[in-house]
DNA sequence: GAAGGTAGTTGCAAATTGCAAGTGAAATAG
DNA sequence: CTATTTCACTTGCAATTTGCAACTACCTTC
């Protein structure tokens, strides 16, 4: 694929989310830490997706790295490191609600919470600011 | 990763979400078909984006089982096939839409075309069901 | 300063990707 | 009816990435 670094690189806002978080690890990364309240590294390793340590190390640092998120230490526990998403990483919030829209529609077997399907069809934008105000 | 197939598959929006586009090549796949009018398979190849062609023969073969694209001959030269959307498939565009809005907003080398940006930003159903509606 | 918790790194086999060349089926040309 | 071309792949193989398990380094607490 044609990278940032080179040349052939454009402006494609495609390629750049792809580039981003086409890889389904960093999918299940941001899905821990939006919704299901993820904050350490134990956290990911133990999700049930069944990530790779080293896996897990790579996407952190990469999604550092493109400014996603933060890592810092945590207060309460100073030896233990607290990840969080940065205000880039809370804009995808809306991206991932789409996702979880479509799969519903569309995937028999994915399920919703009810309630949660709901707001998300009656006004997503106001779900989404909800979602970002509480992270 | 969990797989669909496993027994500890439950019905995660974001891990089936993952598991369909949570890969790169199929983003860029569906772009062209979105975005670009890419029908033929040589199309895909010449996208730019360098694509091999083992992976692109896999990748539609995975978004075909899913039902995300179908493949029939094209009409107009039956040595070839053509590629398209099926419903499943064209009911992605609005997340691919809030995948451009967020490049836009936070790269900086990305840049999407003014008016297309604009229509985004006014009211982005509408502007999804006119992609649709030309597909 | 020893023990325990946390976040990684390292080594290696297996799977996937990328590259280049080859194959097969269908139209088209002679 | 045979030869050529076009199109959509498949195959073989080296290189990269992943997945797994074990190991290390850094704090903090006792």
Partial sequence: MVTKTSDEWSGCPI??????FGDAWSLLILRDL????????ADF???????ATN???SRL?????EGIL??????ENRTRYAYGLTE?????VPIMLEIMDWSEAWDPQTEVPTEFAR???????????KIIAEL
Same sequence: chains 1, 2.
Avoid: H, N, Q, W
């Fill in 34 to 41: 939006m919704f299901k309240g993820a904050r350490y590294y």
């Fill in 119 to 129: 707001e998300l069809r009656r006004d997503r934008g106001s779900l989404a600011r």
């Fill in 61 to 65: 640092a990469r999604l550092e790295d």
């Fill in 88 to 92: 880039k990483g809370k804009a995808l």
């Fill in 45 to 51: 390793l133990k999700a049930g997706e069944g990530i």
């Fill in 15 to 20: 390629r750049y989310g792809a580039v981003i």
């Fill in 55 to 57: 896996i897990l190390a």
């Fill in 70 to 75: 933060t890592k810092t230490r945590d207060p």
